[in-house]
């Protein structure tokens, strides 16, 4: 058996399928772009946790007035950019590495999360910083009045930060071991 032979996929109707495969370096320079880029996620949920934590107990208005203009700006460029950068990247590791998108139950609920967290928050969170960064905007020296913007990012973006934290977790443990397609695909006799 020739070494080419050993790196392709079974034949169909006489047709031999390659593998997408990254190299060693595009693989590592992806790897280099995806935790990046997913641990700075994480950072900026954090911050975006304390800022809706600061916006929520506030009796300044100009507090409140910068606490929800920074939530606005992080959310509209680096949430933005990081989110879909640490998708596209760990789509892209999963697909060109021996893990594969949907052989294992790590990947699957890691992109579940990532795709959930993404869509929540270009569709829901976006708008919603958008509104208590409007109702803060023209307080003036009043109390500020975020109203119910406030209640919703109080307990949301926290628990954005935890799922981002439990992605994190789970691609370093890697649980659950591989689903039914990853192991039929898997190896005889190589480990699970």
Not at 45 to 51: D, F, N
Request: hydrophobic share 50%.
């Amino acid at each position: 058996m020739s070494a080419t032979a050993v790196s392709q996929s079974p034949t169909t109707r006489g047709r031999t399928k390659k593998k997408f495969e990254l190299s060693r370096r595009a693989r590592r320079l992806t790897l280099a772009v995806h935790v990046v880029t997913s641990v700075g996620w994480v950072g900026l949920s954090l911050a975006m946790a304390v800022l809706a934590v600061m916006g929520y107990t506030t009796e300044d208005a100009a507090v409140a007035k910068g606490v929800y203009y920074a939530m606005y700006v992080f959310d509209d460029t680096c949430v933005t950019v990081f989110s879909i950068t640490a998708a596209l990247s760990g789509i892209l590791l999963s697909c060109g590495t021996k893990w594969g998108l949907l052989l294992h139950w790590w990947i699957i609920v890691k992109w579940v999360i990532t795709l959930f967290m993404t869509i929540f928050a270009w569709f829901v969170i976006h708008p919603i910083v958008m509104q208590a960064t409007e109702n803060t905007a023209t307080a003036g020296g009043a109390p500020p009045k975020p109203g119910w913007p406030a209640d919703f990012l109080l307990w949301s973006v926290p628990v954005l930060f935890a799922l981002l934290t439990v992605a994190a977790v789970v691609s370093v443990y890697k649980p659950w071991g591989r689903t039914s397609r990853g192991r039929r695909t898997a190896p005889r006799g190589g480990r699970s």
